[in-house]
């Protein structure tokens, strides 16, 4: 583990070190952390997202975790309409001290072709999390509060321990209401941001 880093049931908050380190990130800065000080920070592999302030880091994913992103990519993108499109790893900033970077997300052409750095809550059509071990605490709890509370209508979260299963959320005022469940096995339809069907075994069975 990282010199400064405290890991706790999958919340990780990162402290800056200042002395010189061989073979260690030493992050700029003291928290809480803001969205600017996250542009100081070095490219060494990890996520580094902000809840209030707080650093959350993510490691790479896994192979499994990437085939699941890169399908349900794939699978969303295979029925969008021409407006919207899903994109892997989008930077959202909802303010200074929140920055979040879900797996995958639908957003608005146009907000792609503007080129800027990072997209605003209200770009968000859906937002998708692939649950992993490091991941599963704020993937099921911070990330559903954190989402609805910054207005994204349509959150997936997909469990791969569970078939796989996708669980939907979907805005209901300033809160989401419980998740229709959606397990591997059978072709489901779903209506937002737009019609798409699929089975979810789909996001990692093997293809020969």
Known sequence: MRKGVIRDDGWVIAMATTEPTTGRTVLPGVPPFSVDDLL???????RYELFNGSLLVSPAPTPLHQRAIFRAQLI??????????PLSTVNVR???KDFY????AVVPVASVE??????????????????????QARDRLLKTEAYAAAGIP???RIELAEGPTVYV?????????????YKAGSVVTLRK??????????????RD
């Open 40 to 46: 100081k920070f070095p490219d060494d592999g990890n």
């Open 76 to 85: 969303l993108d295979s029925a969008r309409p021409p407006d919207l499109e």
């Open 94 to 96: 909802v303010s200074d």
């Open 101 to 104: 970077i879900p797996d995958l």
């Open 114 to 135: 503007a080129g800027r750095l990072m997209f605003s809550p209200a770009d968000i059509r859906l937002a998708v999390e692939v649950v992993s071990p490091s991941t």
């Open 154 to 156: 349509v959150y997936w």
């Open 169 to 181: 959320y979907e805005l209901d005022g300033e809160t989401y209401r419980p998740p229709a469940a």
């Open 193 to 206: 941001p737009y019609p798409v069907s699929f089975d979810p075994a789909d996001l990692i069975e093997r």
